[in-house]
């Protein structure tokens, strides 16, 4: 079968393969298109080694990638990251340090020849399944694929120092979700630590969720150093209506904060604070709004090392996902191969809870979740009710088989769908390798079907040399989004080291504040602190901005010069030096309160005239930016609107279109109907010509000799049959010639609509979608400066 790739490049549509007839073994001419939005609902994968799964997974990320939809995998074993071997020119070179060298030494061949072989068993693969060189090379070139391996520098790093930032105000106002999130992220930590008692009851777990609820409601953020101090001296002095001391003594405290201090103080440890921080945006958009595959390679590290970061990630994507707009169609996914452990039925592990909370809320947001697995076993029988489509291979065991047919009845009635049990048995029986039995809610009946060679090279799992390989020519690109561990993380200037020459508290006038963060010698600064609102309804913009900047106090002015961005909030300063401290000189007119009000005033003016905030604005979508949101995370945000618009305006063209093609179709019908009669009209006057000659002939020849009359009138019939004979030969080419031009304009209507879809997709380019920027400027009455005081820096 010549499978045209028109049939299955279509907007919104997952090209998986062909139907299969079991029975005869035998593939069919039907292809199965996957409608995208059904994956809202989530799917799940089945089936034992060899059944084809990992193959059927990375089909349909490729189709996702080709649409503009991006993805984040979580990766136990190695194989997704296959998904960088695209060689769409199947060279036998390109291939060659990729194959596998034990096999090709087993069938007999050398290397080189191994790979030529195997490069054009890649191109028939493909070919014989209707994609050429071009659709490789597009994926290729348009897919933007990256390897991240937390905790090892073989593919980019990741670093958690982001992982304790506050979630989003979403996440936030919802106190269940809140809870949740808290909980997850206080269990991964302490799992770090060597501690996995239940994550609800250990002295431990409350203290540090404590911790965190006191700091991320007040939307703080922590970093791991600011962590430690917290257990040391905790923010408050009860935990629930018990005293502090006598629930977590000072002793415990300490221990707790020394093994999260001997982790990150470990040579090993020091990797997992570089990379990038765990924004999900960049990981699943590049700064053109173009998508990501973004694939979380986690095969070195140790079980509670995977369980830490895997939780941590589930728990940022979650955040990302609160923070979206609703959506009925697919907005991105994510995909988690081996998911053994992490969903389990009975136990509850860090990943569980926010896995679950994908699964249930997700398709509100558009994200779509694929597990995949050897064993149906493996998973939560209440996760597997909340997924709407099934894809199963050969399983193991009949236990297998039974445990899977529970989960689909429970699938279906917890989704208001059907299910025939005795017809699912039969179709699950004996299924070869890569043929899959597709139960999809959203469909009248099940589906068997052969999965459809994929794009990339499945070399099996790649090494840590082979990611490094891989990785290495993308890497600069991640190094400008890394962050290193801070060597100041409270975010203040240094004092430098600066001779002591007055050891002794210099004494303020009366309302001069003072704060103090550090100990040892003391020198001056000016901190100031405003917040800023912006409102401006056209644009929906309604917030603040906070502004908390020091400026080094000098003997004869302020250094304004010098002038840097204060991380630490207020109520975390002191208010008291520490004890045995010195300090630096203090200039005269930095201990007079008059010139602390003149800084606000010229400052409250400075603001006024300065601070603006600048949006984007996306005319086509009719969309704004957000305040603080830079143009690629603008783009990258309404990337998918911009897929829905444009798909609206593509489905809008093809059924104006279609329309118009019908009635086309409909004089064609008719003109080749006109054409058929022409034809046998005009073989009717061919006979009837014939006729009349012959019997001219024959009554020359039989009758008599002379020229009678009847004779005459014979001949005279004949010229008329041999008319009419030509007559219908001309009224045949008409007819043609009319089916023809129909045809014609059939053809050029079509192309037609091929160019115009090829404009909408042009113009609705999330990279190249025209923005206007729009600049809002404060009022005065919503300008508050709130601390103007003195800050003595220690050492």
């Known amino acids: 079968m010549n499978i045209e790739q028109s049939a299955f490049q279509k907007l919104g549509s997952f090209y998986l393969g062909r ?96 790979a030529e072989k195997t490069a054009k068993m890649w191109q028939k693969g493909t070919s014989d399944w209707g994609q050429n060189s071009d659709r490789v090379r597009f994926f290729k070139e348009n897919v933007d694929v990256n390897i991240f391996t937390p905790g090892s520098k073989a593919g980019v790093p990741v670093s958690i120092l982001g992982s304790l930032a506050a979630p989003p105000f979403e996440v936030l106002d919802d106190s269940e979700l809140l809870g949740d999130y808290i909980e997850s992220s206080v269990s991964s930590l302490l799992s770090l630590v060597g501690i996995n008692e239940d994550s609800i009851q250990s002295p431990e777990a409350v203290l540090l969720g404590s911790i965190f609820n006191h700091h991320w ?159 149906p076993v493996d998973l939560d029988y209440k996760a597997l009710s909340n997924i709407g489509t099934w894809w199963l291979g050969r399983l193991q065991t009949e236990r297998d088989k039974m445990r899977v047919l529970d989960g689909l009845e429970g699938a279906a009635a917890s989704q208001d769908g059907g299910f025939d049990r005795q017809q699912m048995e039969q179709l699950l029986a004996g299924l070869d390798s890569r043929v899959f039995l597709m139960n999809n809610v959203h469909d009248s009946a099940p589906t068997v079907f052969h999965v459809r060679w994929v794009m990339n090279y499945m070399r099996g799992p790649l090494t840590r040399s082979q990611i490094k390989s891989l990785m290495d020519p993308k890497r600069a690109a991640w190094t400008n989004e890394s962050t290193t561990a801070p060597s100041n993380p409270m975010g203040l200037p240094s004092s430098g080291n600066r001779v002591v020459k007055n050891a002794t508290r210099p004494s303020l006038g009366n309302g001069v504040s003072e704060w103090f963060d550090g100990d040892g010698q003391y020198s001056p600064h000016l901190i100031r602190q405003a917040r800023i609102y912006f409102h401006n309804t056209k644009s929906g913009v309604d917030g603040s901005r906070m502004l908390r900047l020091v400026n080094p106090i000098k003997e004869s002015a302020i250094d304004w010069n010098e002038m840097v961005n204060c991380d630490t909030a207020l109520s975390h300063l002191a208010t008291e030096p520490e004890s045995g401290s010195a300090f630096e000189p203090l200039a005269g007119y930095a201990m007079n309160q008059a010139n602390y009000k003149s800084v606000e005033k010229d400052w409250q003016d400075q603001i006024y005239r300065n601070e603006r905030v600048h949006v984007f604005h996306a005319p086509l979508v009719k969309e704004y930016s957000k305040m603080g949101e830079g143009e690629g995370e ?41 054409v058929d009669r022409e034809k046998s009209q005009a073989q009717s006057a061919k006979i009837d010509a014939g006729a009349s000659i012959l019997n001219t002939i024959f009554g020359v020849l039989l009758g008599s000799k002379k020229l009678s009359s009847t004779n005459i009138r014979r001949g005279s019939s004949f010229a008329r049959s041999a008319g009419r004979a030509a007559q219908q030969h001309r009224d045949i080419e008409v007819a043609e010639a009319k089916a023809d031009d129909i045809q014609a304009i059939m053809h050029e209507m079509q192309t037609e609509l091929a160019d115009d879809i090829d404009a909408l997709e042009e113009k609705f380019d999330p990279s190249a979608l025209e923005l206007e920027t729009l600049s809002i400027k404060p009022y005065k009455k919503d300008i508050s400066i709130e601390a103007v005081g003195l800050l003595w820096l220690g050492e």
């Open 19 to 114: 139907e299969y007839d079991q029975p005869k073994k035998a593939l069919r001419d039907d292809l199965v298109l996957y409608d995208s939005k059904d994956l809202v609902t989530h799917g799940v994968v089945l089936g034992m080694t060899g059944s084809g799964k990992t193959g059927l997974c990375l089909s349909l990320l490729e189709e996702a990638a080709m649409d503009n939809i991006p993805a984040i995998v979580i990766d136990p074993k190695g194989d997704i990251a296959n998904l960088m071997l695209t060689f769409p020119d199947f060279k036998g070179s390109d291939f060659r340090p990729w194959i596998n060298e034990s096999d090709a030494q087993n069938k007999g061949l050398s290397p080189d020849d191994y």
């Open 217 to 375: 409601q007040a939307g703080e953020s922590l970093t791991m150093e600011g962590l430690i101090r917290t257990i040391q001296k905790p923010p408050f002095g009860k935990v629930g209506v018990i005293d502090l001391e006598s629930y977590y003594p000072a002793k415990k405290r300490q221990d707790l904060a020394i093994r999260f201090n001997n982790l990150i103080a470990s040579p090993g440890f020091s990797t997992w604070m570089q990379g990038p921080d765990l924004d999900i945006q960049k990981f699943l958009y590049q700064d053109n709004g173009k998508a990501r595959i973004s694939i979380f390679s986690i095969a070195h590290l140790s079980d509670s090392e995977r369980m830490f970061f895997v939780s941590i990630l589930l728990n940022k994507m979650l955040a990302w996902m609160r923070t979206q707009s609703g959506t009925t169609s697919l907005r991105a996914m994510l995909y988690m191969d081996e998911i053994y452990g992490y969903l389990p039925p009975s136990a509850n592990p860090p990943s569980k809870k926010p896995m679950m909370t994908i699964l249930k809320q997700g398709r509100a947001f558009g994200l779509g979740a694929l597990l995949a697995t050897q064993n």
């Open 634 to 674: 603008f783009r990258a945000r309404i990337a998918h609107q911009a897929r829905e618009v444009r798909d609206s305006a593509i489905e809008k063209l093809r059924d104006k279109m279609q329309s118009k093609l019908r009635t086309k179709e409909s004089q064609l019908t008719r003109a080749l109907a006109a």
